[in-house]
Each structure stands twice: as structure tokens, then as C-alpha cells.
């Protein structure tokens, strides 16, 4: 099913989602449970949204690398400094292909009845791409600062913001799970 068909919904399920949505569902601070076509929908709408957002800054930073090549600085790089270009080059470009992959997927098994494999490749398919935008901005980071920043200051400050990815992209949602997890366990107690 594509994004723009509108499923068949049965009566409970139309019940059920407009008891959600008009005030007369669980009180404030629970969520009312969902089908599973509304689950699997609602979390291709979030891909999508997340997909858009990922994608235009992973093409922005391609296409810059991509001119870096053509400067006349350039040619003036060390050869240490060309192989961290060709390795950032390669991880943007691979971060590119696997960000946009989910729409191609998308595309290609449009009504074949996938949508939840879709729904979970496309998912596997960010976490990649997402692992490869962040070394993708490492490397960019780190050809720059070591053009503009003297001595081991470039490294220093590119682990220090790989490290802030790290916890912003990775650790905070595991501990955000971890705490909601042990909430859900305490109140099932």
C-alpha cells in the first residue's frame, strides 16, 4: 500500500482511532492502543519525515566534497590528508545510497503486501545511514580542521564531536529506552 492509499478500516477500528482523536480515549499520559496497519503506518510516516530530514543534509555535504577536489588547495594536501578525502568521499557516498535507499525499496515493492519488511529494512536501512552520516561528518571535519587548526587540536576537537554524536545519537534514545522499559516493568508490578 502506498502512502497515499487510504486503508479499509473496520468499525471498531474506526472507533477505536476516533475515540483517539475527538477526547474520549484513555485520560492524559496513555496512549490508546493502535492496530497493527495503523502501527506499521505510522511508523513508514516516520521513516519518511526522518528519511527527508537525513537525506538533504547528507546530499549538501556530498556535493561539497565533491568540489573540494577542483580547488587549488587541494593539490597542496598531504598525502595523508587526500586519503582521509577519498575514505569521507566514499562514506558520503554510501551514507547517500543507504539514506535513499528506503525510497527505491518503497517504490519497487509498492502493493506487493511488504509493508511491514519494508517497514523494517527501511528502519535497519537509517540506523546504517545514520552511522555513516556521522563518520561521514567526522572525516569532513577532520580535512578541515587539520587545514585550519595547528598541531593534534583537529583530532582532539573532531573525537570530541564524534563523541557528542555518539551521545546525542546514540546513548540518550538507548538510556531514553532503558528508563521507559524499567517504568514499563514498575507499573505492570
Keep these: 500500500m502506498t502512502t497515499t492509499e487510504q486503508p479499509v478500516r473496520t468499525a471498531e477500528e474506526d472507533t477505536a482511532c476516533c475515540a483517539r482523536h475527538d477526547g474520549h480515549g484513555p485520560g492524559p499520559g496513555t496512549e490508546a492502543p493502535e492496530t497493527a496497519r495503523e502501527r506499521v503506518n505510522r511508523r513508514w510516516n516516520e521513516i519518511l519525515q526522518e528519511t527527508r530530514v537525513t537525506q538533504t543534509g547528507v546530499q549538501i555535504l556530498f556535493g561539497f566534497l565533491l568540489s573540494v577536489a577542483f580547488t587549488p588547495l587541494f593539490r597542496e594536501l598531504?598525502?595523508?590528508?587526500?586519503?582521509?578525502?577519498?575514505?569521507?568521499?566514499?562514506?558520503?557516498?554510501?551514507?547517500?545510497?543507504?539514506?535513499?535507499?528506503?525510497?527505491?525499496?518503497?517504490?519497487?515493492?509498492?502493493?506487493?503486501?511488504?509493508?511491514?519488511?519494508?517497514?523494517?529494512?527501511?528502519?535497519?536501512?537509517?540506523?546504517?545511514?545514520?552511522?555513516?552520516?556521522?563518520?561521514?561528518?567526522?572525516?569532513?571535519?577532520?580535512?578541515?580542521?587539520?587545514?585550519?587548526?595547528?598541531?593534534?587540536?583537529?583530532?582532539?576537537?573532531?573525537?570530541?564531536?564524534?563523541?557528542?554524536?555518539?551521545?546525542?545519537?546514540?546513548?540518550l534514545p538507548l538510556l531514553l529506552r532503558r528508563r521507559a522499559g524499567r517504568r514499563s516493568v514498575a507499573d505492570d508490578a
Excluded: N
Design 78 to 171: 598531504e598525502t595523508f590528508d587526500r586519503v582521509v578525502y577519498v575514505v569521507t568521499v566514499v562514506l558520503g557516498a554510501a551514507a547517500t545510497g543507504t539514506l535513499i535507499a528506503p525510497v527505491s525499496i518503497h517504490r519497487l515493492l509498492s502493493g506487493q503486501r511488504m509493508k511491514d519488511e519494508v517497514v523494517g529494512t527501511a528502519g535497519r536501512l537509517m540506523m546504517c545511514g545514520m552511522v555513516l552520516l556521522a563518520l561521514t561528518i567526522g572525516c569532513t571535519l577532520l580535512l578541515i580542521l587539520r587545514v585550519v587548526v595547528p598541531g593534534v587540536l583537529a583530532e582532539v576537537l573532531v573525537g570530541g564531536v564524534m563523541l557528542w554524536f555518539g551521545l546525542c545519537w546514540y546513548v
